[in-house]
């Protein structure tokens, strides 16, 4: 799924003393920026990717994935399902210390599990299988799930644990999901590195941990992490060498990179599937101009007509320069429990889209309002402004509202959208996890990221049979029928898998895994 292109570099004008950076880092200094930063140092906070792949350079989980995605062992040494009792039982790994000296036990695990299914958590659904953790002693801890869940170990990856004694001492034994505690700026991990400076927005500071149970790899001695919402700004500042690693790259700026002296670009196909949501319990459009007391898109002629409206083809080409891949399906193709058999997404038909809203009864059109990012995902904006003139021309007046990640979620899980889009990027690599989060029916741990209310009976019946089937085929014809449901009912629209495109100067040795995590465990400086 990855590619990497060795490129030539072109001098430029240093533009980077804009955002204040510092002069040419040391041979061991790491300075790396991203459009995003992380909006909480809390693990469980936020269930979201610039946090969750910011703090595994921190904190760890009992497993872990490596270079090629596979798990493998971190905090716990080994597994296995339990004997008596589904569920699977874990040994950890002895004379570990956090970050602030603490020793590290089973009942650290189970506090940060606690923590984790808290009201005030966003990580509540990784545990939805579960029905009991008991400790058995300090380097041993069962999870007693309701049924055989043979994905568990997988789908906990980013199950990130905290010391409790520090969190209580801390007045941190729940997440600062809402208001901000000790563990919004401060953290005491196990992992590689230790944060040292947080200043919001502005600089985050890491030095590696001298007692990390691992043997580093790395050669950093100090890494920076800067916020850089402006994209050129960024762009000049790698440019410029004042910082070693930029991510994401503007598309349009890519092929440039391609023949920049001195750059090396890293470009793939990130496992996220950019998608619409719809409000599909919404009583009325929130935002129509024209229509009060109803939703059109609680009908599915509508929601179809809004998919046949778009022309993906043309995103992909004019905005992604070709390196996306046209989505049918809440995840990438290629990954596990894909669903083969409804591969093929709508065809692209403008006049079959005016016909189904004719059909519906809504011939003359409607006004509604798109909410959109303007700094989350790859060109999210100019996206959305090319969707609201493809709905636009079928009569589907979006007006459109962009705002800045830190926002975003807030408004949608207040209901502030009539349609809405979304990135989502399995954890699990599996088919399983989308479900789960964005198509089972919200239940205060299931559906946590269903922010539009989507239910389906018969979707809420399998998902606990595909969680515990053993059998790969019985599997998966159940996924295949799940996928076939969503189809059906557009529940979503999935556009496109997004492109994944980074750039660091020559000199620095990195991994880019498929997920967009950055981890600097695997960073090298010369």
């Keep these: 799924m990855l590619r990497t292109t060795r490129t030539t570099r072109l001098l430029a004008t240093a533009a980077a003393a804009a955002i204040g950076l510092a002069g040419m880092a040391g041979a061991e200094t790491f300075r790396w920026a991203s459009t995003t930063d992380p909006q909480t140092m809390d693990p469980h906070a936020a269930n979201v990717a610039t946090v969750t792949s910011f703090l595994n350079n921190i904190y760890e989980g009992l497993v872990r994935r490596d270079a090629t995605m596979a798990i493998e062992p971190s905090l716990a040494t080994s597994w296995g399902p339990l004997q008596d009792e589904p569920g699977w039982r874990f040994h950890l790994r002895e004379g570990v210390t956090f970050h602030g000296g603490q020793a590290f036990t089973a009942d650290d695990v189970l506090f940060s599990y606690e923590r984790g299914i808290s009201e005030q958590s966003d990580v509540r659904s990784w545990f939805a299988p579960v029905t009991e953790v008991r400790v058995v002693d300090d380097f041993t801890i069962d999870f007693v799930t309701a049924l055989p869940n043979p994905l568990f170990p997988e789908s906990i ?59 580093a790899t790395h050669n950093i001695t100090e890494a920076i992490f800067t916020p850089i919402d402006n994209p050129a700004t960024g762009l000049a500042a790698l440019l410029s060498g004042e910082i070693d ?31 619409l949501g719809f409000g599909h319990d919404h009583d009325d459009l929130r935002y129509s101009t024209d229509l009060e007391g109803e939703n059109p898109f609680q009908d599915v002629r509508v929601r179809r007509a809004v998919a046949q409206a778009i022309d993906v083809g043309a995103i992909n080409q004019v905005l992604m320069s070709g390196m996306a891949e046209p989505a049918s399906q809440l995840l990438p193709a ?39 990012t303007n700094d989350r995902y790859l060109n999210d904006e100019d996206v959305c402004q090319a969707i609201t003139g493809m709905l636009q021309r079928v009569g589907l007046n979006a007006q459109l509202e962009t705002m800045p990640v830190r926002n975003y979620w807030g408004e949608l ?33 299931l559906g946590s990221w269903n922010f539009g209310a989507y239910s389906n009976e018969r979707i809420d019946e399998l998902l606990p049979l595909i969680q515990s089937e053993l059998d790969a085929q019985a599997r998966q014809d159940m996924l295949d029928e799940v996928a076939g449901i969503l189809q059906a009912e557009v529940a979503y629209v999935p556009l496109y898998t997004e492109p994944l ?26």
């Excluded at 669903?339 to 011939?363: I, K, M, V």
């Design 157 to 215: 990856a980013n199950f990130l644990i905290l010391d409790r004694g520090w969190a209580e001492e801390n007045g941190a034994e729940v997440p600062a999901r809402d208001a901000e505690k000790h563990t919004t700026r401060n953290t005491n991990g196990t992992g590689p590195f230790v944060l040292t400076a947080r200043d919001p927005g502005v600089r985050i500071r890491l030095v590696p941990n001298p007692d990390w149970w691992d043997e």
């Design 245 to 275: 690693k930029l991510s994401p790259i503007p598309i349009r700026d890519v092929s440039r990179l391609r023949e920049t002296d001195g750059i090396e670009t890293f470009e793939g196909l990130e496992t996220r599937v950019i998608m």
């Design 334 to 372: 290629g990954l596990s429990g894909y669903s083969e058999a409804h591969d093929a997404r709508p065809d692209f038909d403008p006049d079959a889209a005016r016909a189904l809203l004719a059909e519906a009864g809504y011939g003359e059109g409607f006004s509604f309002g798109l909410r959109c």
């Design 413 to 445: 899980r207040e209901g502030n959208f009539d349609l809405f889009l979304l990135g989502w990027s399995p954890g699990t690599f599996d088919a399983e996890h989308p479900i789960r989060f964005l198509a089972a029916t919200p239940d205060g741990t």
């Design 501 to 526: 495109v980074w750039a660091a100067r020559d000199g620095i040795d990195l991994v880019q895994r498929p997920d967009n995590f950055f981890m600097l465990r695997w960073v090298t400086v010369e």
